[in-house]
């Protein structure tokens, strides 16, 4: 009894993982408001594009760092990679219906044009513990948290 609660313990701290890479660091200055615009390269479906949108648009309001244009600092979220299963398929074949990736360059762009800073993030999920939207979620998650 255990080990089976060893092994799924280690199965829910290993459902879900994100990285980043910085390639231009970025320090916000204090009070920074900001914009964000979603490119699609293709993979994203509506519904998955539109989840990630409605994350990003939350976490940034939550945290108070929401402008829609003026002087706000715009975050450009390049989709490099979006495979996401279907919550069915999640159900019925688990981890043997392959692994969940989205993936993304992110640009921050000044309102004169000049990159501010630039970074890469990967979340994916190897189980089929969280939905779509939870990864998306994270995928959003930790795209603000670069941002401060």
């Not at 994100?18 to 293709?42: L, M």
């Not at 993979?43 to 994350?55: N, P, S, V, W």
Request: hydrophobic fraction near 40%; glycine fraction near 10%.
């Amino acid at each position: 009894m255990k080990a089976f609660h060893a092994i799924l313990l280690g199965a829910l701290l290993a459902g879900c993982s994100t990285t980043s890479v910085v390639h231009q660091p970025y320090t916000a200055a204090a009070n920074q408001k900001y914009s964000f615009q979603i490119r699609n390269n293709g993979d994203a479906d509506a519904e998955g594009l539109g989840t990630l949108e409605r994350h990003l648009g939350q976490k940034l309001r939550e945290r108070g760092l929401f402008a829609d244009g003026g002087d706000a600092v715009k975050v450009e979220v390049t989709l490099t990679h979006f495979r996401l299963r279907s919550d069915g398929a999640r159900l019925w074949a688990g981890i043997m219906a392959g692994r969940d990736k989205v993936a993304s360059t992110v640009r921050l762009v000044s309102p004169d044009g000049r990159v501010l800073g630039h970074f890469d993030v990967k979340t994916f999920n190897a189980s089929a513990w969280l939905t779509s939207a939870g990864l998306l979620e994270n995928h959003a998650t930790e795209i603000v948290d670069r941002l401060q």
